[in-house]
């Protein structure tokens, strides 16, 4: 074996223990509040095959998809004359027949046509997993990242919408994060495009709207100046841009019938929560255009950084696999960015970074038999505890300790064998008390 | 987008929620045993430099390997002259540069030199992910399945092994698999080796005992004589390979100082353990050339399959990648098969496939505000439940319920809501109660 310098392949990162311990309390605080709700979990596999993905995510995302090799010998069925040309793309088609998971919906796509027979409907699922993407590397950008989805796939009922805004303000109220919970409908942009006599422009409007954070009011005019509005038509945007109030929205979009039904479905969300902690904002419009009804933004307070969560209403997503029309709802938590954020507000609880109980030190060599009995009987009442093992010399067992978020350390030589008194110090406040063994296992238990 | 009928790469799978329950349940049950010893979990990519991973598993691991296109142009780098060879193995070092990671072994070598300096030693690390082979898939054999490696990097003390020995009997008892953990010591075939004269096959007789449990004694028979061995040297390894007792090994072994070592090693161990859980098995072999002391293998009793957890003691993992030597030692938790081990002997408890507490049913639609006060009272009492807010057609309530194991249902129409008096059901027993609300809060809480 040639000996190689070790390093990972760009974009991609390895977890230390106390990462992976953070990461999972962010991960099991949402799939506890998702199973309280009845959410249920599924796993696909990492690749698919690349006709499952190719042309979902448009030309950018077919260019950004990681492909598979082929197996064995891959050239073999390549012909002469496609192979002479040395062109990549066409050669692809040749090579490569799977590809890894770019988001976790369009395997859910293939998943719910796939196993429709065997789920049950309304299906309330959740989904974590590794994603990846060939883009260029950045700070806080990464090439196998996670996303946290959950959806409600038939989802008629207006119910699901109030469920998963409670859900968003559920999980943020465990994480301890304050955040801004924006919430709009599609279907108000599509009024307001009418507003403005604009109807076919629904697309650039949002598209503009979309960018209000980045480039303020005057960047949007320019926005909607450039798709080729006129000033009456977008000094009506701006006035109802303006607007904070849902039964301010209902007297302009009276006559509009998309607009009542826009207004009439937000006002349902607000009648069934707590609307103290949900803000509607008509200025909300996120990008993906397979939004039809309500949709969500969630932004940390307080931090420089895009949304950590968000989410809306969509109809068609088994329609690319020839399922029937069904509607969906459903959210994806960041949590990548979520992590950043409770890193840079110093939200993780200390506790959940934890090691065992108590480390079992031996003074001499000698001495480890006893401290092994000593294990085993802590282990015999369920305290977690470790046995050092390691070379003992004074103070690398302190430092083992405290790395790993042991809570108490014993260290034993034949004083305390003989006596039967044994001194045990807490390694936070450095206290060390002197106590038989059962006093111990009592204050441990 | 056009419609593509939807189907998995070969050798994947989907699970389902119930299974991803099931497999969760042996994951957490294996996770929390490690914890409770001071296992820290640690992750990696699914990816890693191809340089990384070749020549790590022999010839025909490196063909198993899933490698991933370069992206872009990823011609573009390669020579005319190179390309017109059209030879996949040399077009491949041009092409690739990444490959699916192929067990959990590499990776942690490789984490354990790039990371050395953050980590804390005897580093007891688990990991528990899954892994690519482009193996021919077959009943029970898949492309991607999960591996769980527990290991102790720098781990030169035996009580390593005597803890490593209790993990497993411990995970076994909980996940109530009725198993045969046997045990061995490398230095012990080393011994048999040099005590049958022949110590440079030492290769070859593990290997032929290796095959006893497939070809017999008469198998291994042959495959001595193969290597060379002549019938008296055959007979002396027939009868070491016949004895059971350690104390009677010992003296035949008692002038090869290797083998009082292995004797020595192995005694350690069972007289730290409740040796009625292990039994001692000189036959056991293990293919892997570089275990150097301490091998285990666990098969599940009544049944016909292969070992489900198996590992060992080794001494130069981290050599590959320039580290410094440190003796490391592990075990590998077969996850696969005891999934089918446990479906095929009904191990699973019931109660893991668990929905929430209670589904509630609007009998109308005009119900339905009413059931979902209800909803929210239940929860404020932390009691899950889910607002049925499918079609309400009688039946498919119930069928809901059952499918997603929800303990309890309430159909609520407006006798309920005027009465005050709320009939709730045992999915199970179908046992039904009339109670008043406050009363079945009591209960379900």
Known sequence: M?????????GTRDFLPNEVMQRKYIFNTIKNVLEHYGFVEIETPAFERLETLTGKYGEEGDRLLFKILNSGDFLSKVDDTTY????????????AEKGLRYDLTVPLARYVVQHQGDLTFPFKRYHVAPVWRADRPQRGRYQEFYQFDADIISADSLFNDVELSEILIEVFKRLQIPVSIKINNRKLLEALAIYANAPEQLVGIT????????????????????????????QQIKTVLAITDITALEKVFASIEIGRKGIEEIQFIFDNIDPSHVQFDITLARGLTYYTGTIWEVTANNVQMGSISGGGRYDNLTEMFGGQNMSGIGISFGVERIYDVMEELQLFPSNIVQGVKVLLVPREENNTNHCYDLVKKFRSYNISCELFTGNIKKQKQFNYATAKNISFIMEIGSDEIESSIYRIKNISSREEQKLSIDAIIEQLK
Chains 1, 2 share one sequence.
């Open 2 to 10: 040639s000996k190689v310098k070790p390093s990972l392949p760009k």
């Open 84 to 95: 002479q040309e040395k062109n990549s793309t066409k050669l692809l088609k040749d090579i």
């Open 207 to 234: 598209s503009a709207i979309d960018k209000l954070d980045k480039v303020g009011m005057e960047g949007v005019t320019n926005e909607l100046e450039k798709i080729g509005l006129n000033e009456n038509q977008i």
